[in-house]
Nanobody, 124 residues
Protein backbone atom coordinates (compact mmCIF):
# COMPACT_ATOMS: atom_id res chain seq x y z
CA UNK A 1 0.00 0.00 0.00
CA UNK A 2 1.21 3.49 -0.87
CA UNK A 3 0.04 6.66 0.84
CA UNK A 4 0.50 9.89 -1.12
CA UNK A 5 0.38 13.29 0.56
CA UNK A 6 0.45 16.48 -1.48
CA UNK A 7 1.52 19.87 -0.16
CA UNK A 8 2.62 23.26 -1.40
CA UNK A 9 -0.66 24.63 -2.65
CA UNK A 10 -1.93 28.08 -1.76
CA UNK A 11 -3.01 31.44 -3.05
CA UNK A 12 -0.76 33.20 -5.56
CA UNK A 13 -1.13 36.09 -7.98
CA UNK A 14 -1.14 35.55 -11.70
CA UNK A 15 2.40 35.28 -13.00
CA UNK A 16 3.65 33.80 -9.75
CA UNK A 17 5.09 30.40 -8.95
CA UNK A 18 4.41 27.48 -6.64
CA UNK A 19 6.09 24.15 -6.09
CA UNK A 20 3.92 21.21 -5.17
CA UNK A 21 5.29 18.14 -3.43
CA UNK A 22 3.92 14.62 -3.26
CA UNK A 23 5.50 12.54 -0.54
CA UNK A 24 4.97 8.80 -0.46
CA UNK A 25 5.02 6.41 2.44
CA UNK A 26 4.51 2.71 2.61
CA UNK A 27 6.61 1.74 -0.38
CA UNK A 28 9.37 3.19 -2.47
CA UNK A 29 8.17 5.22 -5.42
CA UNK A 30 10.95 3.91 -7.62
CA UNK A 31 8.60 1.14 -8.74
CA UNK A 32 5.97 3.61 -9.92
CA UNK A 33 5.35 6.00 -12.76
CA UNK A 34 3.92 9.18 -11.29
CA UNK A 35 1.55 11.88 -12.44
CA UNK A 36 -0.07 15.13 -11.46
CA UNK A 37 -3.71 15.87 -12.23
CA UNK A 38 -6.04 18.72 -11.40
CA UNK A 39 -9.73 19.29 -11.04
CA UNK A 40 -11.52 22.60 -10.95
CA UNK A 41 -15.09 22.93 -9.60
CA UNK A 42 -17.61 21.69 -12.13
CA UNK A 43 -14.95 20.30 -14.44
CA UNK A 44 -13.51 16.88 -15.16
CA UNK A 45 -10.19 15.83 -13.76
CA UNK A 46 -7.43 16.89 -16.14
CA UNK A 47 -3.98 15.48 -16.85
CA UNK A 48 -1.18 17.91 -15.96
CA UNK A 49 2.12 16.03 -16.10
CA UNK A 50 3.67 12.60 -15.72
CA UNK A 51 7.12 11.19 -15.14
CA UNK A 52 8.52 7.73 -15.68
CA UNK A 53 9.77 5.62 -12.80
CA UNK A 54 13.38 6.44 -13.76
CA UNK A 55 12.73 10.15 -14.13
CA UNK A 56 14.11 10.10 -17.66
CA UNK A 57 10.82 10.64 -19.51
CA UNK A 58 8.28 13.38 -18.82
CA UNK A 59 4.94 14.31 -20.37
CA UNK A 60 2.84 17.44 -20.08
CA UNK A 61 -0.66 18.54 -20.84
CA UNK A 62 -0.92 21.12 -23.60
CA UNK A 63 -2.17 23.81 -21.24
CA UNK A 64 0.92 23.66 -19.00
CA UNK A 65 3.75 22.93 -21.45
CA UNK A 66 6.61 25.36 -21.03
CA UNK A 67 5.33 26.57 -17.64
CA UNK A 68 5.26 23.49 -15.40
CA UNK A 69 8.05 21.00 -14.66
CA UNK A 70 7.64 17.59 -13.07
CA UNK A 71 10.56 15.95 -11.29
CA UNK A 72 11.24 13.28 -8.71
CA UNK A 73 13.71 12.55 -5.96
CA UNK A 74 14.06 8.86 -5.20
CA UNK A 75 16.05 9.48 -2.04
CA UNK A 76 13.21 11.64 -0.68
CA UNK A 77 10.49 9.38 -2.13
CA UNK A 78 8.94 12.57 -3.46
CA UNK A 79 7.59 13.92 -6.72
CA UNK A 80 7.47 17.64 -7.42
CA UNK A 81 5.55 19.94 -9.71
CA UNK A 82 7.18 23.32 -10.28
CA UNK A 83 4.56 25.73 -11.58
CA UNK A 84 5.66 29.02 -13.10
CA UNK A 85 3.79 31.82 -14.88
CA UNK A 86 0.60 30.77 -13.19
CA UNK A 87 -2.72 31.84 -14.66
CA UNK A 88 -6.18 32.11 -13.09
CA UNK A 89 -7.25 29.12 -15.19
CA UNK A 90 -4.69 27.00 -13.32
CA UNK A 91 -6.89 27.29 -10.23
CA UNK A 92 -7.83 23.75 -9.16
CA UNK A 93 -7.26 21.01 -6.66
CA UNK A 94 -4.04 19.24 -7.64
CA UNK A 95 -3.59 15.52 -7.07
CA UNK A 96 -0.68 13.19 -7.51
CA UNK A 97 -1.11 9.61 -8.63
CA UNK A 98 1.04 6.51 -8.80
CA UNK A 99 0.87 3.58 -11.17
CA UNK A 100 3.06 0.51 -11.06
CA UNK A 101 5.63 0.98 -13.77
CA UNK A 102 4.83 -2.24 -15.65
CA UNK A 103 1.27 -0.96 -16.15
CA UNK A 104 2.26 2.31 -17.82
CA UNK A 105 1.62 5.92 -16.93
CA UNK A 106 -1.19 6.98 -14.60
CA UNK A 107 -4.17 8.54 -16.33
CA UNK A 108 -7.36 10.15 -15.09
CA UNK A 109 -9.04 6.72 -15.05
CA UNK A 110 -6.16 4.31 -14.47
CA UNK A 111 -3.89 4.55 -11.46
CA UNK A 112 -3.03 2.50 -8.43
CA UNK A 113 -3.02 5.28 -5.84
CA UNK A 114 -4.29 8.84 -5.48
CA UNK A 115 -3.40 11.50 -2.96
CA UNK A 116 -5.96 13.73 -1.25
CA UNK A 117 -5.01 16.84 -3.20
CA UNK A 118 -3.77 20.34 -2.50
CA UNK A 119 -5.63 23.47 -3.52
CA UNK A 120 -4.03 26.01 -5.84
CA UNK A 121 -5.76 29.35 -6.31
CA UNK A 122 -4.42 31.93 -8.77
CA UNK A 123 -5.82 35.43 -8.50
CA UNK A 124 -5.95 37.83 -11.43
Amino acid sequence: QVQLVESGGGLVQAGGSLRLSCVASGRTLSAYNMGWFRQAPGKDREFVAAISWSGEITYYGDSVKGRFTISRDHAQNTVYLQMNSLKPEDTANYYCAARLRIKGLPTTTTQDYWGQGTQVTVSS
